[in-house]
């Protein structure tokens, strides 16, 4: 895959000269060679799999979006009632918790583009340098992204118990009297998670940004140590530029890491007061008491708007480049 | 390459000192969580709670292990996780390389719409379809076929779903891929006379066994981990796979927190082998998707 990472060098790509013929496209496959019988095969081959896709998820996307527009107690077909935008009416002027989860979902973004990202590049960059115990920083780094965010998430807790917990111990915060409440307090409990979403974060970011750097071709950083640029510069001007792809991609990751954060805040306090976000009000609809289906398909509405606003543009890119290569 | 000679003439450079001391700090603190549970999960209850957490060790030993490793029945856990995983691993490398064939070495005209179908599929939150899903599950009636007599409740529905969910990255993934292998290679063989089948299974997907293999490790521990799937379409205690499983017991064991470490330690420990065992695949498997964009 190094070639793809190639072909975004600024050198690489230079734009080919106006009015050049588009490339022929070579006749895949032969089409014409398939008998009736391996057109039959090929027609499974691709309906079998999309019809499972499109029925589990999109056919689900899509009623997600009219029950949002109707009041349903989940019991029969019967009790289906639409009701326009009266369910998107209640949650944003009404639900006390749909605010602070929007809000929240932002800063869970923010916060892991803005920490855990840039010492992701910083840790890629270093261990890029072919330095002794690469291989050691790079396990301890990259551990807490193989284990599952509810693990993380119980591991975490006996950080911040406010009684037994190593932070409140080590302060000495963990009398009567004394104690810090990393997961009960709203004022903490967000900023508590963030630091167990970020510690994993960083990891991901750190791997994906040691295969970008693999990838950027090493004759442009001895060109410019050539020229006698320093280290930084050549970071600056050179490799972080030619890194842009993977900027891209780090940036979607992490928007849709953000909006579908849910795990690790249900297994610290199922979202309790200052940890709302948009996946646990969803999901509270389903398996909490009330089931308020149109209720909670309009939260998923939201969630798949913001998402489509970056799934949209990312893919547009993306199959673009495809279709020119 | 200078900076070799460079090296050579003076072997310690204070720079090359303090990147290893910031680097082996901050790999420390990384690993600090990790070593605070092991720590807590090593010692018995009854001492930490005379002597406080933050004190030297009387008793070091694997009590804790050993005890939530029986008292909640764990290997029940790990059995319904198998009886997930394995057959959602295979079945989603398998379809999923079934549209990569059709979509990359044929030039049919719908394409790019069904691989966008399918990698937009893979980018929403599982929260944006979970609501419809769900009724949906509850509707289908299975009898005989699910011990639930539903789609709801039974390993099959989450086999069904981390299948179509997954699929999406793996098609794009492999899609990728194949779009790499000459063509000369396929042509050959079908102006020979082979069926397309036989394109596709002797011929084409031995060429993605790379691909494939980094991809069956990233599931294979994606699969393992899922939480939020089996939270909300799984009910039953029973048939919770080892994760949400742990969530529940934790509940029953919240006086004593070793215990939970404990706990929370061995459900990581089947993750933790097989990254050891297959890093390369599992780094180059999360790398693959992401190289192209």
Redesign the interface.
Known sequence: MTTDIAKENPEAAAAPPPGAAPVPKPLYGHRRLLTRRDRVTLGLMATLPTILHIALVWVTALASVALAFTTWDGIGFDSIHWVGLQNFKELFEQNPQFWPAVQHNVIWFVVLIVIPTPLGLFLAVQLDKKIRFSRVYQTAFFLPVVLSMAVIGFVWQLVYNPDTGLINSIIGANEPGKYIDWIGDPDLNLWAVLVAASWRHTGYMMILYLAGLKGVDPSLREASAIDGAGEWQTFKNVVFPALRPTNTIVLVVTIIEALRAFDLVYVFNGGAEGTELLSILVTSNIIGESSRIGYGSAIAVVLLLISLVVIIPYLVSTFRKERRA | ??TIAVRRRAPIRPG?VL??VV??T???A?????A??IY?ALRPYAE?SEK???SLPDTLNLDNFTDAFTQSDMTHYFVNTLVIAVPAVLLTLF??S??A???S???FR?N?A????????N??????????????Y?LVDLPGITMSGKLYDSALGLV??H???Q??FC?FVLS?YM?MLP?EL??AA??DGA???RL?WQITLPLCRPAMAALATLLS?WI?????WA??LISTGENMPI??A??NL?GQYFTD?NL??A???L??IP??I??FLL?RQ??SG???G????
């Open positions: 390459m200078s090359r990147l290893h680097l082996a901050m790999a420390l990384w690993l600090a969580p990790l605070w549970a807590a930490t406080g957490y933050v379809l999923s079934m549209v064939f059709y979509v070495r044929f030039d719908v790019l069904l691989l966008l179908v399918f990698t937009a599929g980018l929403l939150p599982q929260q944006v379809i979970i609501t419809p899903l769900y009724r949906m509850l069904l779903i299948v179509a969910f699929s999406g098609a990728n779009k063509h396929t042509e079908l102006v069926s397309v089948w596709y521990i393992y981990n899922d939480f939020f939270l909300v994760t949400s742990l969530n934790s927190p939970v470490a706990g929370a330690l459900t990581a993750t933790l097989v990254y890093q599992f780094v999360l790398t693959l992401a190289n192209k964009g």
